[in-house]
């Protein structure tokens, strides 16, 4: 196949992977909420929701591994961990979060039924399909994105292009920080290290491709991908400030895309929408669903009947979880994002880096100080944050859940100083 054609097949594959109907209903709310501010919590959003999961990409080219790869240099026994707490999270919040959505997006506006009922119907589905892996889901996908594309397309060139009567002043404080938080809301971070891992395998099975041609190849389709999502995120978020004072100052997430599609399309192009954000969600329901059951099917010695009842507990926790409002869901997730997000964050860049930059010592100190100081931000969603006071105001930029940040930073930049000076003088 043509390298261009290629790199642009991929690049494709990895958007349509990377943006799920939960990424859809993020943009347009940050937009309404932080209105005149929209640039600032737009970049911050960028960050988390499209540069470090691009970077992920482009640290699995470099590695040509699976997911367990990432984590090894800490440790095998971390990396395990790591991926088991990974695998679980993604079936116990982003899956069912798919249901949620669909049932306020595309179920609850015309037929009104309980979300019990859809969410039930709904992973009942996806266990059929799991169990199949019917070819419709690749049918699906391949007709799905240019569909939601062009949809998409549409509703930000009518919301960038409209005038707006009035823009909303910016309702909360440091909109660039509220940016990089809703960004750990994609999941998408933790999407890389998961999805790489699957390209790579795939290129894996055309052994004519050298390691240095796949390496290319999957970096310029990140990256491809990556603009993509700029471009999309930025579009809906200034959409939705242009249009943030037609809303309703409680709308939700959900309702937000539906009245800026309905705004901009009319009736039936939010009729439209809804179907096709159901469909997408479906998709990433399916994948989410059989991408953990293959991975303790692994894990147990190839078993199929670990593959079955992976798929019948996660499909359990999609009709439990998936019943709740995408609200409810996006703030029990708050305390595990705040738990592995710093930590998948610190393994993309540090496996992106030069061997000699990033040896193993450095990885398990830097991912030591990584949870050790992600703690507090992780215990205030659970405790009262009153009782965190003392301990955050010893942490810089702890008040903003990123007291990782800069002693992550330091041990990295200290450790390889005192290589570089006991290697010289040794």
């Known amino acids: 196949m043509n390298k261009t054609k290629e790199i642009f097949i991929i690049g494709f594959a990895l958007f349509s992977m990377f943006f799920g109907a939960g990424n859809l209903i993020l943009p347009p709310f940050l937009g309404v909420q932080y209105g005149e501010s929209w640039n600032w919590v737009a970049l ?26 990432f984590g090894k240099k800490v440790s095998p026994v971390f990396s395990t961990i790591y991926c088991l707490i990974v695998y ?63 949809i ?79 471009v999309i995120y930025a579009g809906l978020i200034y959409s939705g400030m ?24 009319g009736n039936i192009g939010n009729t439209f929408l809804s ?29 199929q009947k670990a593959y079955i009842i992976t798929a019948i507990i996660g499909c359990v926790l999609g009709v439990l979880i998936g019943q709740f409002d995408v609200q409810y869901i996006i703030t029990i997730a708050l305390p595990a994002l705040m738990f592995i997000y710093p930590i ?16 193993p010592t450095i990885f398990r100190a830097v991912i030591s100080v990584t949870f050790l100081f992600s703690i507090p931000d992780f215990l205030k969603f659970i405790i009262n944050p009153e009782n965190l006071t003392g301990i955050q105001s010893y942490i810089p930029f702890s008040e903003h859940s990123l007291g990782w940040v800069l002693p992550a930073l330091l041990i990295f930049i200290s450790m390889n100083v005192f290589k570089k000076f006991t290697t010289k003088y040794s």
């Open 44 to 69: 911050g959003f960028f960050i988390t929701a499209v540069v470090f999961p691009i970077i992920g990409i482009i640290a699995h080219a470099r590695l040509q591994g699976t997911m367990f790869d």
């Open 88 to 150: 679980t999270i993604s079936i116990t919040l982003p899956a069912p979060r798919t249901a949620s959505v669909t049932h306020e997006m595309a179920i609850a506006p015309f037929l009104g039924t309980s979300s019990l009922l859809t969410s039930t119907l709904y992973f009942s589905l996806v266990f059929i399909f799991v169990m199949n892996r019917s070819k419709i889901l690749n049918l699906i996908g391949k007709y799905l994105t240019p569909l939601i594309i062009i």
């Open 152 to 230: 998409l397309s549409a509703v930000i060139f009518i919301g960038v292009s409209a005038t707006p009567e009035t823009i909303n002043a910016a309702t909360f404080k440091t909109p660039f920080i509220s940016g990089i938080l809703e960004g750990y809301q994609t999941f998408d971070a933790i999407g890389a290290i998961v999805i790489g891992g699957v390209l790579v395998v795939s290129m894996n099975f055309k052994k004519e491709t050298s390691f240095v041609l796949k390496k290319e190849i999957i970096i310029k389709a990140g990256l491809l991908a990556g603009f993509g999502l700029l």
């Open 242 to 265: 242009n249009f943030s004072s037609t809303f309703n100052e409680n709308a939700s997430r959900t309702e937000v895309l539906s009245s800026l599609s309905t705004q901009t399309l």
């Open 275 to 303: 179907i096709l954000v159901a469909l997408a969600c479906f998709t990433t329901g399916v994948g989410i669903v059989t991408g953990t059951s293959d991975y303790f099917k692994g894990l147990f010695n190839n078993s």
């Open 344 to 359: 998948t964050i610190v393994l993309i860049l540090l496996n992106v880096l030069p061997e000699k930059l990033a040896s």
